[in-house]
């Protein structure tokens, strides 16, 4: 200060954390680590994929498919839902064994499901 140096102990020296929008911050024994927990468009069009993957499987499992059943899916309109399919849709496809994938207005006798913010209605087939 004004040329000179001036030397602080750990006691005259306050640390202050502050959170910062968008990071979550751990510290522990003198090491700090920050993520960025941003979701991004793309990797909630990917968690959502992900999601009716697991939907998909579990009405196979219920309607005794066998694992290497092909199948039919039809999916109620739901535009979120829809963006993110039509994205991630080989992976889905893959994942599921999906012959023909279908957008519908209106589907009858179909499961009801729902996640984070979608609602919708799902009905597999197996494949001819």
């Given at each position: 200060?004004?040329?000179?140096?001036?030397?602080l102990?750990?006691?005259?020296?306050?640390?202050?954390?502050?959170?910062?929008?968008?990071?979550?911050?751990?510290?522990?024994?003198?090491?700090?680590?920050?993520?960025?927990?941003?979701?991004?468009?793309?990797?909630?069009?990917?968690?959502?994929?992900r999601?009716?993957?697991?939907?998909?499987?579990?009405?196979?499992?219920?309607?005794?498919?066998?694992?290497?059943?092909?199948?039919?899916?039809?999916?109620?309109?739901?535009?979120?839902?829809?963006?993110?399919?039509?994205?991630?849709?080989?992976?889905?496809?893959?994942?599921?064994?999906?012959?023909?994938?279908?957008?519908?207005?209106?589907?009858?006798?179909?499961t009801?499901?729902?996640?984070?913010?979608?609602q919708?209605?799902?009905?597999?087939?197996?494949?001819?």
């Amino acid at each position: 200060i004004n040329d000179k140096l001036v030397s602080l102990s750990v006691d005259e020296v306050e640390i202050k954390t502050q959170d910062i929008e968008g990071w979550l911050v751990a510290n522990q024994d003198g090491l700090t680590v920050a993520l960025d927990v941003t979701i991004s468009d793309t990797l909630k069009k990917e968690g959502i994929a992900r999601e009716l993957i697991n939907r998909i499987q579990n009405l196979r499992k219920e309607s005794d498919f066998e694992v290497t059943d092909k199948i039919d899916l039809e999916l109620e309109n739901n535009k979120q839902l829809e963006d993110a399919v039509r994205e991630n849709e080989n992976y889905i496809k893959n994942e599921t064994l999906i012959n023909n994938l279908n957008f519908s207005p209106n589907i009858q006798n179909g499961t009801e499901i729902a996640f984070d913010d979608i609602q919708t209605k799902i009905k597999i087939k197996k494949a001819d």
